[in-house]
Protein backbone atom coordinates (compact mmCIF):
# COMPACT_ATOMS: atom_id res chain seq x y z
CA UNK A 1 0.00 0.00 0.00
CA UNK A 2 1.31 3.55 -0.84
CA UNK A 3 2.47 5.78 1.92
CA UNK A 4 1.89 9.53 2.35
CA UNK A 5 3.70 12.22 4.24
CA UNK A 6 1.91 14.53 5.76
CA UNK A 7 0.81 17.66 3.88
CA UNK A 8 2.07 15.74 0.53
CA UNK A 9 -0.48 15.57 -2.10
CA UNK A 10 -3.06 12.72 -2.99
CA UNK A 11 -1.60 10.97 -5.53
CA UNK A 12 1.97 11.87 -4.85
CA UNK A 13 4.05 14.60 -7.29
CA UNK A 14 0.33 15.30 -8.84
CA UNK A 15 0.27 18.95 -9.59
CA UNK A 16 -3.50 19.21 -9.93
CA UNK A 17 -4.10 16.00 -7.16
CA UNK A 18 -7.70 16.47 -5.10
CA UNK A 19 -6.89 15.35 -2.13
CA UNK A 20 -4.21 15.65 0.47
CA UNK A 21 -1.93 13.38 2.91
CA UNK A 22 -3.85 13.61 6.71
CA UNK A 23 -2.07 10.06 7.66
CA UNK A 24 -2.95 10.58 11.72
CA UNK A 25 -6.06 11.41 13.66
CA UNK A 26 -3.96 14.68 15.42
CA UNK A 27 -3.47 15.49 11.86
CA UNK A 28 -7.09 16.24 10.84
CA UNK A 29 -7.39 18.02 14.12
CA UNK A 30 -4.28 20.39 13.67
CA UNK A 31 -6.24 21.35 9.87
CA UNK A 32 -9.22 22.17 11.20
CA UNK A 33 -7.58 24.30 13.75
CA UNK A 34 -5.33 25.75 11.26
CA UNK A 35 -2.36 24.55 13.72
CA UNK A 36 1.06 25.19 11.42
CA UNK A 37 2.48 21.95 12.29
CA UNK A 38 0.09 20.77 9.72
CA UNK A 39 -1.17 24.34 7.21
CA UNK A 40 2.89 24.67 6.88
CA UNK A 41 3.08 21.07 4.89
CA UNK A 42 0.24 21.20 2.77
CA UNK A 43 0.99 21.39 -0.72
CA UNK A 44 -2.60 21.23 -2.06
CA UNK A 45 -5.99 20.53 0.01
CA UNK A 46 -9.50 19.56 -1.82
CA UNK A 47 -9.86 22.67 -4.30
CA UNK A 48 -13.14 23.94 -2.92
CA UNK A 49 -11.54 24.23 0.60
CA UNK A 50 -7.86 24.97 -0.40
CA UNK A 51 -7.17 27.48 -3.20
CA UNK A 52 -4.85 25.61 -5.26
CA UNK A 53 -1.15 27.58 -5.45
CA UNK A 54 -1.30 28.03 -9.18
CA UNK A 55 -4.80 30.25 -8.85
CA UNK A 56 -3.39 31.79 -5.57
CA UNK A 57 -0.18 32.51 -8.20
CA UNK A 58 -2.22 33.79 -11.03
CA UNK A 59 -4.85 35.89 -8.68
CA UNK A 60 -1.51 37.81 -7.21
CA UNK A 61 -0.42 38.43 -10.66
CA UNK A 62 -3.97 40.05 -11.89
CA UNK A 63 -4.10 42.66 -8.55
CA UNK A 64 -0.58 43.88 -8.52
CA UNK A 65 -1.39 44.67 -12.37
CA UNK A 66 -5.09 45.71 -11.89
CA UNK A 67 -6.21 46.24 -8.89
CA UNK A 68 -5.75 48.84 -5.79
CA UNK A 69 -2.97 48.63 -3.03
CA UNK A 70 -4.39 46.26 0.04
CA UNK A 71 -6.99 44.58 -2.35
CA UNK A 72 -7.58 40.59 -3.14
CA UNK A 73 -9.34 38.92 -6.13
CA UNK A 74 -10.60 36.01 -6.14
CA UNK A 75 -10.69 34.25 -9.44
CA UNK A 76 -13.81 32.89 -12.10
CA UNK A 77 -13.93 32.01 -15.58
CA UNK A 78 -16.78 34.29 -16.72
CA UNK A 79 -18.20 37.75 -16.43
CA UNK A 80 -21.54 35.65 -15.04
CA UNK A 81 -19.85 33.69 -12.31
CA UNK A 82 -18.06 36.99 -10.94
CA UNK A 83 -20.94 38.64 -10.96
CA UNK A 84 -22.85 36.36 -8.65
CA UNK A 85 -19.76 36.31 -6.15
CA UNK A 86 -20.20 40.12 -6.47
CA UNK A 87 -23.69 40.40 -5.33
CA UNK A 88 -23.34 37.62 -2.61
CA UNK A 89 -20.03 40.01 -1.42
CA UNK A 90 -22.60 42.82 -1.28
CA UNK A 91 -25.44 40.58 -0.04
CA UNK A 92 -23.53 39.31 2.73
CA UNK A 93 -20.58 41.89 3.72
CA UNK A 94 -21.29 44.80 5.75
CA UNK A 95 -20.78 48.01 4.18
CA UNK A 96 -17.32 48.94 5.19
CA UNK A 97 -16.44 45.32 3.45
CA UNK A 98 -17.53 46.66 0.70
CA UNK A 99 -15.43 49.72 0.12
CA UNK A 100 -13.57 49.14 -3.93
CA UNK A 101 -15.53 45.99 -4.82
CA UNK A 102 -15.26 44.96 -8.44
CA UNK A 103 -14.86 42.88 -11.51
CA UNK A 104 -12.17 43.02 -14.02
CA UNK A 105 -12.57 40.39 -17.28
CA UNK A 106 -9.40 39.45 -18.73
CA UNK A 107 -10.48 37.53 -22.34
CA UNK A 108 -7.78 36.55 -25.21
CA UNK A 109 -6.10 39.04 -27.38
CA UNK A 110 -7.55 39.79 -30.88
CA UNK A 111 -3.97 39.41 -31.91
CA UNK A 112 -3.68 37.75 -35.50
CA UNK A 113 -0.93 35.37 -33.77
CA UNK A 114 -3.50 33.74 -31.67
CA UNK A 115 -4.46 30.74 -33.72
CA UNK A 116 -8.60 30.15 -33.70
CA UNK A 117 -8.41 26.45 -32.51
CA UNK A 118 -7.30 28.31 -28.69
CA UNK A 119 -10.05 30.99 -29.18
CA UNK A 120 -12.70 28.22 -28.85
CA UNK A 121 -11.88 27.15 -25.35
CA UNK A 122 -12.43 30.43 -24.18
CA UNK A 123 -9.87 31.13 -21.98
CA UNK A 124 -10.86 33.92 -19.93
CA UNK A 125 -10.99 34.75 -16.08
CA UNK A 126 -12.97 37.61 -14.45
CA UNK A 127 -11.37 38.79 -11.05
CA UNK A 128 -13.18 39.84 -8.13
CA UNK A 129 -11.36 42.47 -6.10
CA UNK A 130 -12.21 42.98 -2.68
CA UNK A 131 -10.42 44.38 0.77
CA UNK A 132 -8.75 41.78 2.63
CA UNK A 133 -11.61 41.52 5.60
CA UNK A 134 -13.90 40.15 2.95
CA UNK A 135 -12.38 37.28 2.09
CA UNK A 136 -13.86 35.00 4.33
CA UNK A 137 -17.59 35.69 2.65
CA UNK A 138 -15.63 35.72 -0.91
CA UNK A 139 -14.37 32.38 0.26
CA UNK A 140 -18.00 30.73 0.94
CA UNK A 141 -18.80 31.71 -1.99
CA UNK A 142 -16.22 30.41 -3.68
CA UNK A 143 -16.73 26.63 -1.63
CA UNK A 144 -20.45 26.81 -1.69
CA UNK A 145 -21.12 27.49 -5.34
CA UNK A 146 -17.93 25.73 -7.02
CA UNK A 147 -18.07 28.35 -9.33
CA UNK A 148 -13.99 29.16 -9.32
CA UNK A 149 -11.50 28.32 -11.64
CA UNK A 150 -9.47 25.02 -11.74
CA UNK A 151 -5.74 25.27 -11.24
CA UNK A 152 -5.63 24.03 -14.36
CA UNK A 153 -7.02 26.59 -16.11
CA UNK A 154 -5.39 29.12 -13.54
CA UNK A 155 -2.30 27.51 -14.88
CA UNK A 156 -3.30 28.00 -19.00
CA UNK A 157 -4.25 31.77 -18.51
CA UNK A 158 -1.22 32.77 -16.28
CA UNK A 159 1.24 31.60 -19.09
CA UNK A 160 -1.27 33.80 -21.72
CA UNK A 161 -1.28 36.53 -19.14
CA UNK A 162 2.53 36.60 -18.84
CA UNK A 163 2.73 36.25 -22.57
CA UNK A 164 0.68 39.31 -23.53
CA UNK A 165 -2.05 37.16 -24.75
CA UNK A 166 -4.27 37.47 -22.08
CA UNK A 167 -5.64 41.34 -22.08
CA UNK A 168 -8.70 43.68 -20.58
CA UNK A 169 -12.14 42.79 -22.05
CA UNK A 170 -12.52 46.92 -22.06
CA UNK A 171 -10.33 49.43 -22.04
CA UNK A 172 -12.52 50.93 -18.84
CA UNK A 173 -11.22 48.51 -16.74
CA UNK A 174 -7.47 50.17 -17.06
CA UNK A 175 -4.76 48.70 -14.80
CA UNK A 176 -4.73 50.72 -11.49
CA UNK A 177 -0.43 50.27 -11.32
CA UNK A 178 1.16 52.47 -13.79
CA UNK A 179 4.43 50.68 -13.84
CA UNK A 180 2.78 47.60 -14.66
CA UNK A 181 0.28 49.22 -17.27
CA UNK A 182 3.29 50.80 -19.09
CA UNK A 183 5.30 47.57 -19.04
CA UNK A 184 6.13 45.54 -22.50
CA UNK A 185 4.85 42.47 -23.06
CA UNK A 186 6.86 40.39 -24.92
CA UNK A 187 6.30 37.66 -27.55
CA UNK A 188 7.57 35.11 -29.99
CA UNK A 189 8.06 31.83 -30.83
CA UNK A 190 11.45 31.57 -29.57
CA UNK A 191 9.76 32.00 -26.08
CA UNK A 192 8.77 28.29 -26.22
CA UNK A 193 11.30 26.23 -25.66
CA UNK A 194 10.76 24.08 -22.21
CA UNK A 195 8.64 21.23 -23.25
CA UNK A 196 6.28 20.59 -20.42
CA UNK A 197 3.97 17.97 -18.78
CA UNK A 198 0.15 19.65 -18.24
CA UNK A 199 0.53 17.51 -15.04
CA UNK A 200 3.68 18.08 -13.82
CA UNK A 201 4.08 19.13 -10.68
CA UNK A 202 5.29 22.81 -10.47
CA UNK A 203 3.07 23.37 -13.68
CA UNK A 204 2.82 27.07 -12.94
CA UNK A 205 6.15 27.06 -14.40
CA UNK A 206 5.83 24.52 -17.07
CA UNK A 207 3.47 25.48 -19.70
CA UNK A 208 3.05 26.06 -23.22
CA UNK A 209 1.99 29.38 -22.75
CA UNK A 210 4.56 30.46 -20.58
CA UNK A 211 7.58 32.24 -20.84
CA UNK A 212 11.18 30.55 -20.91
CA UNK A 213 13.55 32.33 -18.47
CA UNK A 214 16.23 34.35 -20.56
CA UNK A 215 14.19 34.00 -23.53
CA UNK A 216 14.76 36.41 -26.43
CA UNK A 217 12.69 39.30 -26.41
CA UNK A 218 11.22 39.88 -30.11
CA UNK A 219 9.37 42.84 -29.12
CA UNK A 220 5.85 43.94 -27.61
CA UNK A 221 2.85 42.36 -28.74
CA UNK A 222 1.01 43.10 -31.56
CA UNK A 223 4.12 44.55 -33.28
CA UNK A 224 6.75 42.98 -36.03
CA UNK A 225 6.48 41.59 -39.55
CA UNK A 226 3.25 39.65 -40.94
CA UNK A 227 5.74 36.36 -41.20
CA UNK A 228 6.55 36.29 -37.38
CA UNK A 229 2.69 36.59 -36.81
CA UNK A 230 2.21 33.88 -38.70
CA UNK A 231 5.04 31.48 -37.32
CA UNK A 232 3.93 32.60 -34.11
CA UNK A 233 0.54 31.83 -34.45
CA UNK A 234 1.62 28.36 -36.08
CA UNK A 235 4.01 27.86 -33.26
CA UNK A 236 1.39 28.26 -30.74
CA UNK A 237 -0.63 25.93 -32.60
CA UNK A 238 1.30 22.92 -32.59
CA UNK A 239 2.79 24.17 -29.00
CA UNK A 240 -1.12 23.66 -27.46
CA UNK A 241 -2.19 20.52 -29.94
CA UNK A 242 1.14 18.51 -28.72
CA UNK A 243 0.05 19.05 -24.96
CA UNK A 244 -4.00 19.02 -25.28
CA UNK A 245 -5.71 18.37 -28.81
CA UNK A 246 -8.48 21.32 -28.50
CA UNK A 247 -9.72 20.42 -31.79
CA UNK A 248 -11.53 17.22 -29.53
CA UNK A 249 -13.16 18.76 -26.44
CA UNK A 250 -16.26 18.60 -27.96
CA UNK A 251 -16.02 14.81 -28.41
CA UNK A 252 -14.68 14.64 -25.17
CA UNK A 253 -17.40 16.00 -23.53
CA UNK A 254 -19.83 13.99 -25.82
CA UNK A 255 -18.10 10.96 -24.45
CA UNK A 256 -18.06 12.26 -20.84
CA UNK A 257 -22.25 12.51 -21.26
CA UNK A 258 -22.90 8.98 -23.44
CA UNK A 259 -20.88 7.66 -20.54
CA UNK A 260 -23.50 9.10 -17.86
CA UNK A 261 -26.16 8.31 -19.45
CA UNK A 262 -24.86 4.57 -19.43
CA UNK A 263 -25.00 3.78 -23.28
CA UNK A 264 -21.07 4.25 -23.74
CA UNK A 265 -18.07 1.94 -21.89
CA UNK A 266 -14.47 1.46 -22.04
CA UNK A 267 -12.32 2.93 -24.87
CA UNK A 268 -13.43 5.68 -27.81
CA UNK A 269 -11.98 7.17 -30.76
CA UNK A 270 -12.60 11.04 -30.21
CA UNK A 271 -11.50 11.30 -34.11
CA UNK A 272 -14.65 9.12 -35.19
CA UNK A 273 -17.92 9.24 -34.51
CA UNK A 274 -19.73 8.29 -31.17
CA UNK A 275 -22.30 5.25 -31.16
CA UNK A 276 -25.69 6.35 -31.52
CA UNK A 277 -27.37 8.18 -28.14
CA UNK A 278 -29.67 5.34 -26.72
CA UNK A 279 -32.99 7.24 -26.28
CA UNK A 280 -34.65 5.17 -23.46
CA UNK A 281 -31.38 5.27 -21.31
CA UNK A 282 -31.40 5.11 -17.61
CA UNK A 283 -35.26 3.92 -18.08
CA UNK A 284 -36.59 7.15 -19.15
CA UNK A 285 -38.29 7.61 -22.69
CA UNK A 286 -37.25 10.92 -25.27
CA UNK A 287 -33.39 10.81 -23.54
CA UNK A 288 -30.95 12.62 -25.25
CA UNK A 289 -27.28 13.88 -24.75
CA UNK A 290 -28.16 17.72 -24.79
CA UNK A 291 -30.58 16.72 -21.65
CA UNK A 292 -26.88 16.24 -19.63
CA UNK A 293 -24.82 19.04 -18.35
CA UNK A 294 -21.22 19.06 -17.47
CA UNK A 295 -20.02 21.77 -14.23
CA UNK A 296 -16.67 22.20 -13.23
CA UNK A 297 -17.30 20.18 -9.94
CA UNK A 298 -20.57 18.17 -8.69
CA UNK A 299 -20.84 20.78 -6.09
CA UNK A 300 -21.45 23.55 -8.96
CA UNK A 301 -24.17 21.01 -10.09
CA UNK A 302 -26.17 21.04 -7.22
CA UNK A 303 -25.72 24.74 -7.09
CA UNK A 304 -27.00 25.22 -10.94
CA UNK A 305 -29.59 22.72 -9.92
CA UNK A 306 -30.77 24.79 -7.58
CA UNK A 307 -30.40 28.50 -9.42
CA UNK A 308 -32.09 26.86 -12.52
CA UNK A 309 -35.17 25.20 -10.20
CA UNK A 310 -35.23 29.33 -8.70
CA UNK A 311 -35.54 30.78 -11.76
CA UNK A 312 -37.99 28.65 -13.74
CA UNK A 313 -40.41 28.10 -10.67
CA UNK A 314 -41.84 30.31 -8.19
CA UNK A 315 -39.22 30.71 -5.38
CA UNK A 316 -39.81 28.98 -2.49
CA UNK A 317 -38.04 27.11 0.83
CA UNK A 318 -36.14 23.95 -0.61
CA UNK A 319 -36.15 20.51 1.69
CA UNK A 320 -32.83 19.01 2.60
CA UNK A 321 -34.01 15.52 2.93
CA UNK A 322 -31.00 13.28 4.76
CA UNK A 323 -28.31 13.87 7.09
CA UNK A 324 -26.57 16.37 4.04
CA UNK A 325 -23.10 17.07 2.32
CA UNK A 326 -21.76 19.92 4.11
CA UNK A 327 -22.69 22.84 1.05
CA UNK A 328 -25.63 21.08 -0.32
CA UNK A 329 -27.68 22.48 2.87
CA UNK A 330 -25.73 25.77 2.92
CA UNK A 331 -26.62 26.39 -0.56
CA UNK A 332 -30.24 25.63 -0.11
CA UNK A 333 -29.72 27.88 3.49
CA UNK A 334 -27.91 31.19 1.57
CA UNK A 335 -28.90 30.98 -2.37
CA UNK A 336 -32.70 31.54 -1.81
CA UNK A 337 -35.62 31.24 0.20
CA UNK A 338 -34.03 28.78 2.92
CA UNK A 339 -34.54 25.32 3.61
CA UNK A 340 -36.50 22.18 5.75
CA UNK A 341 -33.95 20.09 6.90
CA UNK A 342 -34.65 16.23 7.57
CA UNK A 343 -31.51 14.76 9.00
CA UNK A 344 -32.29 11.06 9.03
CA UNK A 345 -34.13 10.40 6.11
CA UNK A 346 -36.52 7.90 7.74
CA UNK A 347 -39.82 7.10 7.44
CA UNK A 348 -41.05 9.36 10.60
CA UNK A 349 -39.21 12.27 8.43
CA UNK A 350 -41.36 11.29 5.60
CA UNK A 351 -44.96 11.12 7.81
CA UNK A 352 -43.65 14.86 9.21
CA UNK A 353 -43.35 16.27 5.68
CA UNK A 354 -46.74 14.25 4.27
CA UNK A 355 -48.41 16.20 7.71
CA UNK A 356 -46.69 19.94 6.55
CA UNK A 357 -47.64 19.27 2.60
CA UNK A 358 -51.10 17.92 3.94
CA UNK A 359 -51.10 21.36 6.04
CA UNK A 360 -50.17 23.92 2.96
CA UNK A 361 -47.05 23.55 2.83
CA UNK A 362 -45.33 23.94 -0.21
CA UNK A 363 -41.68 23.85 -1.40
CA UNK A 364 -39.24 24.53 -4.36
CA UNK A 365 -37.34 21.02 -4.27
CA UNK A 366 -36.42 17.90 -2.38
CA UNK A 367 -32.93 17.36 -2.68
CA UNK A 368 -31.30 13.83 -1.01
CA UNK A 369 -28.13 11.76 -1.66
CA UNK A 370 -28.71 8.53 -2.68
CA UNK A 371 -26.53 6.54 -0.57
CA UNK A 372 -26.08 9.22 2.02
CA UNK A 373 -23.03 10.47 3.16
CA UNK A 374 -21.21 8.87 5.48
CA UNK A 375 -24.12 7.15 7.10
CA UNK A 376 -25.14 5.11 3.65
CA UNK A 377 -28.95 5.69 4.31
CA UNK A 378 -30.91 5.64 1.06
CA UNK A 379 -34.25 7.28 1.08
CA UNK A 380 -37.80 6.18 0.13
CA UNK A 381 -37.84 7.42 -3.80
CA UNK A 382 -40.88 5.50 -4.65
CA UNK A 383 -42.81 7.64 -1.55
CA UNK A 384 -41.05 10.78 -2.19
CA UNK A 385 -41.84 10.74 -6.06
CA UNK A 386 -45.44 9.68 -4.98
CA UNK A 387 -45.69 12.75 -2.75
CA UNK A 388 -43.65 15.66 -5.06
CA UNK A 389 -46.31 14.22 -8.04
CA UNK A 390 -49.27 14.80 -5.45
CA UNK A 391 -47.75 18.56 -4.37
CA UNK A 392 -45.86 19.69 -6.32
CA UNK A 393 -42.45 20.13 -5.44
CA UNK A 394 -38.95 18.49 -7.78
CA UNK A 395 -36.75 15.94 -6.67
CA UNK A 396 -32.81 16.72 -6.74
CA UNK A 397 -31.01 13.14 -6.60
CA UNK A 398 -27.39 13.30 -5.76
CA UNK A 399 -26.35 10.14 -7.06
CA UNK A 400 -22.60 10.25 -6.72
CA UNK A 401 -22.09 7.57 -4.18
CA UNK A 402 -24.57 5.08 -5.53
CA UNK A 403 -23.55 6.13 -9.24
CA UNK A 404 -25.26 5.25 -12.06
CA UNK A 405 -23.89 1.82 -12.67
CA UNK A 406 -25.33 0.43 -9.71
CA UNK A 407 -28.92 2.14 -9.24
CA UNK A 408 -30.70 4.40 -11.28
CA UNK A 409 -32.60 6.73 -9.84
CA UNK A 410 -33.43 9.40 -13.09
CA UNK A 411 -37.13 8.06 -12.74
CA UNK A 412 -37.70 8.86 -9.69
CA UNK A 413 -36.18 12.31 -10.25
CA UNK A 414 -36.41 15.78 -11.61
CA UNK A 415 -33.09 16.33 -11.81
CA UNK A 416 -29.87 14.17 -11.06
CA UNK A 417 -26.76 16.07 -9.95
CA UNK A 418 -23.31 13.96 -9.40
CA UNK A 419 -19.82 14.22 -8.77
CA UNK A 420 -17.63 13.40 -11.66
CA UNK A 421 -14.96 14.01 -9.21
CA UNK A 422 -15.34 10.75 -7.06
CA UNK A 423 -15.22 7.21 -8.94
CA UNK A 424 -16.34 8.45 -12.46
CA UNK A 425 -12.88 10.48 -12.98
CA UNK A 426 -11.03 7.57 -9.95
CA UNK A 427 -7.76 8.96 -10.45
CA UNK A 428 -8.13 11.98 -7.98
CA UNK A 429 -6.17 14.43 -10.77
CA UNK A 430 -9.75 16.44 -12.12
CA UNK A 431 -12.57 17.88 -11.31
CA UNK A 432 -16.01 17.72 -12.78
CA UNK A 433 -19.69 17.80 -12.29
CA UNK A 434 -23.02 16.20 -14.38
CA UNK A 435 -26.58 17.38 -13.94
CA UNK A 436 -28.97 15.59 -15.76
CA UNK A 437 -32.95 16.52 -16.61
CA UNK A 438 -35.39 13.53 -16.59
CA UNK A 439 -37.42 14.46 -19.97
CA UNK A 440 -40.42 13.41 -18.53
CA UNK A 441 -40.58 15.86 -15.42
CA UNK A 442 -43.38 18.50 -15.79
CA UNK A 443 -40.76 20.69 -14.94
CA UNK A 444 -38.49 19.57 -17.68
CA UNK A 445 -39.87 22.72 -20.42
CA UNK A 446 -39.13 25.28 -17.61
CA UNK A 447 -35.52 24.01 -17.08
CA UNK A 448 -34.88 23.27 -20.39
CA UNK A 449 -35.58 27.00 -21.09
CA UNK A 450 -33.54 28.60 -17.73
CA UNK A 451 -30.59 26.53 -18.83
CA UNK A 452 -30.67 27.53 -22.49
CA UNK A 453 -30.53 30.97 -21.18
CA UNK A 454 -28.14 30.64 -18.46
CA UNK A 455 -25.74 27.62 -18.56
CA UNK A 456 -22.37 28.53 -19.80
CA UNK A 457 -20.63 25.05 -20.90
CA UNK A 458 -17.14 27.05 -21.05
CA UNK A 459 -17.17 27.01 -17.58
CA UNK A 460 -15.61 23.26 -17.44
CA UNK A 461 -12.55 23.82 -18.83
CA UNK A 462 -11.74 22.21 -21.72
CA UNK A 463 -8.06 20.75 -19.92
CA UNK A 464 -10.18 19.46 -17.13
CA UNK A 465 -12.49 17.71 -19.71
CA UNK A 466 -10.15 15.85 -21.32
CA UNK A 467 -8.62 14.43 -18.48
CA UNK A 468 -11.78 13.35 -17.28
CA UNK A 469 -12.92 11.60 -20.19
CA UNK A 470 -9.47 10.11 -20.35
CA UNK A 471 -10.01 8.85 -17.02
CA UNK A 472 -13.43 7.28 -17.36
CA UNK A 473 -13.02 5.48 -20.11
CA UNK A 474 -12.89 2.29 -17.72
CA UNK A 475 -15.60 3.37 -15.54
CA UNK A 476 -17.61 0.74 -15.54
CA UNK A 477 -14.94 -1.96 -14.67
CA UNK A 478 -13.80 -0.48 -11.78
CA UNK A 479 -17.28 0.28 -10.37
CA UNK A 480 -17.50 -4.01 -10.19
CA UNK A 481 -14.03 -3.98 -8.59
CA UNK A 482 -14.86 -1.66 -5.46
CA UNK A 483 -18.21 -3.50 -5.15
CA UNK A 484 -16.48 -6.62 -4.35
CA UNK A 485 -13.71 -5.30 -2.09
CA UNK A 486 -16.32 -3.01 -0.20
CA UNK A 487 -18.21 -5.88 0.74
CA UNK A 488 -15.31 -8.19 1.70
CA UNK A 489 -14.05 -5.11 3.99
CA UNK A 490 -17.34 -4.67 5.32
CA UNK A 491 -16.98 -8.34 6.36
CA UNK A 492 -13.84 -7.99 8.02
CA UNK A 493 -15.35 -4.92 9.99
CA UNK A 494 -18.45 -6.97 11.11
CA UNK A 495 -16.89 -10.11 12.20
CA UNK A 496 -14.51 -7.82 15.31
CA UNK A 497 -16.26 -7.14 18.14
CA UNK A 498 -14.55 -4.08 18.69
CA UNK A 499 -16.60 -2.84 15.67
CA UNK A 500 -19.70 -0.95 16.90
CA UNK A 501 -21.40 -0.26 13.86
CA UNK A 502 -21.08 -1.45 9.86
CA UNK A 503 -22.81 1.89 7.49
CA UNK A 504 -23.10 0.34 4.12
CA UNK A 505 -26.45 -0.11 1.77
CA UNK A 506 -26.27 -3.84 2.28
CA UNK A 507 -26.46 -3.94 5.86
CA UNK A 508 -28.34 -1.29 6.44
CA UNK A 509 -31.77 -0.79 7.37
CA UNK A 510 -32.67 1.29 4.08
CA UNK A 511 -32.00 -1.54 2.05
CA UNK A 512 -35.18 -1.96 0.77
CA UNK A 513 -34.99 1.64 -0.70
CA UNK A 514 -31.99 1.00 -2.40
CA UNK A 515 -33.05 -2.68 -3.28
CA UNK A 516 -36.06 -0.39 -5.33
CA UNK A 517 -33.59 1.77 -7.73
CA UNK A 518 -30.66 -0.89 -7.76
CA UNK A 519 -29.62 -2.41 -11.44
CA UNK A 520 -29.63 -5.99 -12.50
CA UNK A 521 -25.95 -6.35 -12.30
CA UNK A 522 -25.57 -3.53 -9.86
CA UNK A 523 -23.90 -4.12 -6.16
CA UNK A 524 -23.72 -1.61 -3.24
CA UNK A 525 -20.81 0.93 -3.97
CA UNK A 526 -17.45 1.38 -3.25
CA UNK A 527 -18.33 3.88 0.04
CA UNK A 528 -18.82 2.16 4.00
CA UNK A 529 -18.28 3.80 7.41
CA UNK A 530 -17.76 2.30 10.58
CA UNK A 531 -17.79 3.11 14.19
CA UNK A 532 -15.04 1.70 17.18
CA UNK A 533 -16.30 1.31 20.78
CA UNK A 534 -14.93 3.97 21.54
CA UNK A 535 -12.97 7.38 20.74
CA UNK A 536 -9.54 5.64 21.77
CA UNK A 537 -10.05 2.79 19.96
CA UNK A 538 -11.41 4.97 16.70
CA UNK A 539 -7.63 6.52 16.58
CA UNK A 540 -5.74 3.95 17.19
CA UNK A 541 -8.07 2.46 13.98
CA UNK A 542 -7.34 5.31 11.86
CA UNK A 543 -3.53 5.56 12.86
CA UNK A 544 -2.26 1.88 12.07
CA UNK A 545 -4.80 2.05 8.99
CA UNK A 546 -2.05 1.61 5.77
CA UNK A 547 -3.91 3.14 3.16
CA UNK A 548 -3.79 6.70 2.11
CA UNK A 549 -5.85 9.04 4.24
CA UNK A 550 -7.31 11.93 3.23
CA UNK A 551 -10.73 14.53 1.73
CA UNK A 552 -12.23 12.94 -1.35
CA UNK A 553 -13.77 9.60 -2.23
CA UNK A 554 -13.95 7.54 -4.91
CA UNK A 555 -10.60 7.20 -5.88
CA UNK A 556 -8.77 4.17 -7.58
CA UNK A 557 -7.15 3.34 -4.32
CA UNK A 558 -8.84 3.04 -1.07
CA UNK A 559 -8.87 6.17 0.78
CA UNK A 560 -9.58 6.97 4.85
CA UNK A 561 -11.26 9.74 6.65
CA UNK A 562 -12.25 10.97 9.80
CA UNK A 563 -15.50 12.36 7.81
CA UNK A 564 -17.18 13.93 10.16
CA UNK A 565 -14.27 15.77 12.49
CA UNK A 566 -13.46 17.03 9.01
CA UNK A 567 -16.86 17.92 7.27
CA UNK A 568 -18.47 18.91 10.67
CA UNK A 569 -15.39 20.02 13.18
CA UNK A 570 -17.57 23.16 14.51
CA UNK A 571 -21.02 21.55 14.87
CA UNK A 572 -19.71 17.56 16.03
CA UNK A 573 -22.63 17.76 18.72
CA UNK A 574 -25.07 18.79 15.92
CA UNK A 575 -24.18 16.04 13.85
CA UNK A 576 -24.43 13.68 17.07
CA UNK A 577 -27.71 14.89 17.23
CA UNK A 578 -28.73 13.23 14.10
CA UNK A 579 -27.12 9.98 14.27
CA UNK A 580 -23.91 10.72 13.44
CA UNK A 581 -20.70 9.90 15.60
CA UNK A 582 -18.06 12.06 15.74
CA UNK A 583 -15.68 9.43 15.95
CA UNK A 584 -16.71 7.83 12.59
CA UNK A 585 -14.43 6.63 9.98
CA UNK A 586 -15.11 6.97 6.56
CA UNK A 587 -13.79 4.70 3.76
CA UNK A 588 -13.87 4.95 0.18
CA UNK A 589 -12.50 1.83 -1.24
CA UNK A 590 -10.07 1.04 -4.38
CA UNK A 591 -8.93 -1.35 -6.48
CA UNK A 592 -6.38 -2.95 -4.58
CA UNK A 593 -5.87 -7.37 -4.14
CA UNK A 594 -9.30 -7.91 -2.04
CA UNK A 595 -7.01 -10.09 0.03
CA UNK A 596 -4.39 -7.29 0.29
CA UNK A 597 -7.50 -5.10 1.49
CA UNK A 598 -8.76 -8.02 3.96
CA UNK A 599 -5.11 -7.93 5.95
CA UNK A 600 -4.56 -4.43 6.11
CA UNK A 601 -7.84 -4.00 8.08
CA UNK A 602 -7.28 -6.64 9.78
CA UNK A 603 -4.51 -5.42 11.28
CA UNK A 604 -5.75 -1.80 11.80
CA UNK A 605 -8.33 -4.03 14.16
CA UNK A 606 -5.46 -5.56 15.88
CA UNK A 607 -4.37 -1.69 16.90
CA UNK A 608 -8.17 -1.84 18.59
CA UNK A 609 -7.17 -4.16 20.89
CA UNK A 610 -4.09 -2.99 21.50
CA UNK A 611 -5.40 0.39 22.64
CA UNK A 612 -7.88 -1.65 24.65
CA UNK A 613 -5.38 -3.32 26.50
CA UNK A 614 -3.22 0.00 27.47
CA UNK A 615 -6.41 1.60 28.50
CA UNK A 616 -7.04 -1.10 31.10
Known amino acids: MPSFDLGESIPSDTAHAVSVSLPTWQANVGYEEGQQWVVDKMVTGYPRFFI??????????????????????????TRKTAQRCHSFIQDKAPKELQANLQIVDLVLSASASVPPVLRSISPSISAVFFVPDAFPIAKQYWQHSGDGVSSRRAEFCHGLLRDGLLVLAEPSQAPRSPGLANAKVFRGPRRYQRPASIDAVNGSNHHPATASQGAEKNGPAGQGSDTETIESSRFLEERFGRNLDLSLVSNAKSAIRRRIAGVLSGDVDLTTKLPTMDSTARGVSNFREDDIYLTPCGMNAIFTAHQTLLKAREPRKSINFGFPYVDTLKILQKFGPGAEFYGRASSDDLDDLEEQLKSGARFLALFCEF??????????????????????????????????????????????VSSLTKIFSGDCNVMGGGLVLNPGSRYYNSLKQVLNETFEEQNYWAEDVMFMERNSRDFKTRIDRVNTNAEAICDTLVAHPNVLNVYYPKFNDSRPNYEACKTPHGGYGGLLSCTLQNKEQAIAFYDALDTAKGPSLGTNFTLTSPYVLLAHYQELDWAASYGVDPSLVRVSVGLEETELLKSVFAKALKATEEATAEAK
Open 52 to 77: HKSIQALASDITSRFGQPQQQAMLFP
Open 371 to 416: PGNPLLACPDLVRIRKLADEYDFAVVVDETIGTFVNVNVLPYADVV
